[in-house]
């Protein structure tokens, strides 16, 4: 997110890299199913049938965080706007740029969009070890915990700032919004457990995942090394640790990453 109106986070970071190369090699993004939908309305007929299991899935997640994002807004800020949501299969523009499967789902700021390829929740399965259906509520979740720092101003103002710094500290706050949105993922997930939403393991699934995407054990998987500056999402631990902490106190004040 380094330019004007790039993507905030890709979803999962090193991901980005691991998987372009497989994009690179085989996939072909001209099966463009292009859904597009708010919350209340999220699938576009033609698109993902309105009946997939995944899609009314996430459309649920979705609905939740609009009303614990509302609830939580209206006690101190201004009313909340929901995201919209893009489903997609292979590729789809957003105002952040062409958007691909490969990079993971991903937010971007300038149309206040959530993009997400279904196909991602069966990667995080299967080649990330994480399944289960609070992992995939997690990495919904954490794309709107970047929506919520568009709303407050966070993230245009760390994109100014990333702009002066140099490689390494524009890192080093890329890693603190990610891990805030990985936070504001756990105050969701607080409230979604208060609610009765979920199951017993649910908190283990999601904590899994973000284990499971931390830069540190990507970055070993993919290239066998580990480069803690170039870390743009947080290590495994740090992502465990953030997303605990939003779970467990279920603050927004519990998720300031900059202090
Ligand atoms: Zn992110």
């Known amino acids: 997110m380094s330019g004007g109106g790039m993507a905030v986070g890709g979803g999962l970071g090193g991901l980005v890299l691991l998987l372009l190369i497989s994009a690179l090699t085989g996939q072909n993004p001209a099966d463009l199913v292009n859904s597009v939908g708010t919350s209340s309305d999220t699938v576009a007929p033609g698109a993902v049938p309105a009946d997939d299991p995944q899609a009314q899935f996430v459309s649920v997640v979705l609905a939740d965080t609009e009303k614990t994002w509302g609830r939580l807004f209206s006690e101190s800020r201004s009313g909340y706007e929901a995201p919209i949501l ?12 062409l958007g691909q499967s490969a990079m993971g789902p991903f937010y971007c700021p300038s149309d206040q969009k959530v993009y997400l390829d279904l196909s991602f929740f069966k990667e995080l399965d299967e080649r990330f070890g994480a399944p289960g259906d609070f992992a995939q509520a997690y990495v919904v ?20 700032a990333r702009q002066r710094a140099g490689e390494r500290e524009s890192n080093a706050l890329s890693v603190r919004q990610e891990l805030q949105a990985d936070c504001y ?25 973000a284990a499971a995407i931390g830069d540190d054990r990507l970055q070993r998987q993919s290239q066998g ?24 106190s279920g603050s927004v004040d519990s998720c300031n990453t900059f202090q």
């Open 86 to 97: 893009v489903l997609f299969s292979g590729a789809t523009q957003s105002a952040c740029g």
């Open 141 to 160: 979740a954490h794309e709107i915990g970047h929506h919520v720092q568009t709303l407050t101003g966070l993230s245009s103002r760390l994109q100014t």
């Open 185 to 209: 993922a756990g105050v969701w997930g607080h409230y979604a457990a208060q609610e009765g939403l979920l199951e017993p393991g649910d908190a283990e699934e999601g904590l899994r995942a």
């Open 225 to 248: 090394t580990v480069v803690p500056e170039s870390f743009t999402h947080g290590s495994s631990e740090q992502r465990v640790e953030w997303l605990r902490r939003g779970l467990e």
